[in-house]
Every structure is written in C-alpha cells, then in structure tokens.
C-alpha cells in the first residue's frame, strides 16, 4: 500500500514536470489570416511546400511558366500578415516555424517578403 | 454563349483544324504566337530591340528611369558599384564631329559568351532568346561580368529590401538586363525602356519579336539599315542599331 502511494506520488509529480515543460516550450505561430483551400492539402503543405518551390522556380525562370498554383508571389499574397503585411516578423507566417525548426531562410534575401498590394503601396 | 452549344462546338471544331498538320512540323494555319500562360516559352518567337540612334536625343535618359523604377534598382550613390541594366553612352566622329548618344544594354545575343563562361549554368539563354541569370544558382563568381564585351552585367555588392515582386535581387549574384522578362511573360508585348522612350516622344526603341516578319520590329528592321554591336565578334545579339 505504501509503495502504491509512493508511486502515485511519484506520476504526479512527473505529470506535473510534463505538463510544466509543454507550458515553456516555443511553439511556432501558424496564423492562418486568409482560411479557405491552399494549393495542396495542410499535410502535404507542411511536409512538401520546399519541394513544390523548387520546381516551380525552374519552370518560372527557365521556361517562364509563370501560372499561379505555386507561384512564391502567391504564397507571399495569401499568407503575409495582415498587421505588418510580411511573411517574416516574430509572428510572420514563414518566420515563426522555421525559426522554431531552426532551417533557415534564404527565399527573401532576394525576394521581397511582403504581399503585392502592400508592395504596390496599397490597403489589402 | 452557354444558350448556344454549337458555339462550343465550332470551337472546339477551328481548333481542331488548326492543329492539322501536313507534315511533321509544318501546320496548315499557324496557332497564334502569343503563349497559353502555363506553357512553356519556344524558340518560336525571339525578342529584340532596334535603336535607331537618329531618334535617340543626347541628354534625355528617360530609358534608364525607367528601367530603374520598373525593375526597382535603387542608387546608394556609389556609381562605380551602383547597379546598371541599361546606360546612355554618348558617340562623336573625330573627323566629322557628329555626336550622337544610345543607350546601351545586355544585347542577347544568340551565342552570348557569358553563357560559355559561367562554371553554374546560372548565366542561361532562355528559348525565346532572352539571357538571363538564374540567381537561385549563380555564386557570384563574375566571370560572365568579365565575358560580356558590352559591359552589361553588374555585381550586387549590398544588401537589398524593398525589392519588386515581379524582380527578386539581393546581394552575391549578378544580373543585367532581363528584357522585362516579367512583362513578355504577362503580355504586355513591351519594355520598360521603349515605353518610356515613346512615351517621350522619341520612338526611338522598338521592342518585337525579329522572327515574325509582321512585327513592328521585323518591319523596321526591313526599312532602316542597321548593324549589331561588336559585329565582328558574331554573337548574333537580339539589339540592333540604326545610325551607328
């Protein structure tokens, strides 16, 4: 009986510990500003989005496809913060996950992070 | 439209006989040349210029506003590194003392030589003629700055924001005129350059397609004698000139 106690003690205090360690750690922000369907599903988004990118960037710049479905613009258009206009920022949509995945970001040292009706000076 | 089905049918009817080939290769009635938005460019069509430097004023530099603004290329006040698509160079006769001015830029050639050079494959000629760099995979090397016997590459040596959506830049690689590639790609069937250089009143820049001969360009270029660039080098470039 007193092992039982001792040992219920014990889940307790583990589970306390867990729970105390889920409430410290970074989560990434994954602000869905504009809901509705993306190109893929949520899935294969998460797991994929840099493979469809890549080829999509060929076909653009060598072939000069330039049709929406993957286009990077378009990703930047639907999912740019509405508060700051940007995919980056602390809670910018790219930013956030992939400061929390530690994989870093090399699309926006050239391109411009920032959604085409804010780029273009205008109100989404 | 949808009240009439034989609409769609006729159609799909003229299409179809569009496509009927004699023989590979050869259509009966061409399809049109403009290109469905998801298909892939050909070497069906090839970009140019004309300049016709008899047009061209001495002093205006419209063409390179413009190309700045449209491509955002920002001065930081330090032209030796500055970036520049496109420059106006001023041309006298020694002799006769005639001084005249054109702008310069890449000049696409057909066999450019900053292709041949760049150890990436990142300096690249599109099908429709257009040179371009890939800057996912140029490293910065400048061997093709080197190469280009116009001088129509430049390095990007800082850090940039703000860029265009329909132009990615950023600091390591190098680029150079892209014939507003963005814009061939939309339609508008134009450049920068030659829209400002009309818009002016000049003219003197005709943008087009030298393989269609009822192009504005081709048409020109059948009136006005013209001559490219460094023609002894044959590179073929896709930029000719009148007046030079």
């Known amino acids: 009986m007193k092992v039982f106690a001792a040992l219920l003690a014990l889940a307790a205090v583990l589970a306390a510990g867990l729970a105390f360690a889920a409430g410290r750690t970074a989560k990434p922000v994954v602000l869905i500003e504009r809901p509705g369907q993306c190109v893929e599903a949520t899935e294969v988004m998460r797991r994929d989005h840099m493979k469809l990118l890549l080829h999509q960037r060929d076909r653009t710049v060598r072939d000069g496809i330039r049709t929406k479905p993957q286009s990077l613009a378009g990703c930047v258009d639907c999912h740019a913060s509405r508060k700051t206009g940007s995919v980056l920022g602390e809670q910018g949509f790219c930013q956030s996950c992939h400061a929390y995945a530690g994989v870093r970001l090399d699309c926006w040292e050239c391109h411009t992070p920032k959604a085409r009706a804010q780029a273009a000076g205008a109100k989404p | ?244």
């Open chain 2, 1 to 244: 439209m949808s009240g009439n089905p034989r609409r769609g049918f006729l159609g799909t009817a003229a299409a179809a006989l569009a496509g009927v080939a004699l023989a590979p290769g050869i259509r009966l009635i061409e399809l049109a040349a403009a290109r469905a938005p998801g298909e892939a460019v050909t070497a069906k069509v090839r970009w140019g210029l004309l300049i016709d430097t008899a047009r061209c004023a001495t002093g205006c530099s419209e063409c390179v506003s413009a190309c700045n603004r449209e491509n955002g290329l920002k001065d930081a006040g330090r032209p030796r590194t500055d970036a520049q698509w496109i420059r106006k160079i001023d041309l006298s006769d020694p002799k006769s003392a005639r001084q005249h001015s054109a702008p310069v830029m890449c000049q696409h050639c057909a066999h450019p030589p900053c292709v041949d050079v760049c150890p990436t494959g990142a300096s690249f000629k599109r099908a429709d003629g257009i040179v371009l760099v890939d800057r996912h995979t140029c490293i910065g090397c400048r061997y093709c700055v080197m190469a280009c016997p116009y001088k129509a590459r430049s390095f990007v040596h800082e850090n940039l924001t703000e860029q265009k959506p329909d132009v990615p830049r950023g600091k390591g690689s190098v680029e150079g005129c892209t014939l507003c590639v963005h814009k061939i790609d939309r339609g508008d069937g134009t450049t920068a350059c030659a829209e400002a250089c009309t818009a002016a009143g000049h003219g003197a820049i005709t943008f087009g397609d030298l393989n269609d001969p009822q192009s504005a360009i081709a048409k020109r270029l059948r009136e006005l004698p013209s001559r490219a660039l460094r023609a002894d080098l044959r590179l073929d470039p896709g930029v000719r000139y009148a007046g030079v």
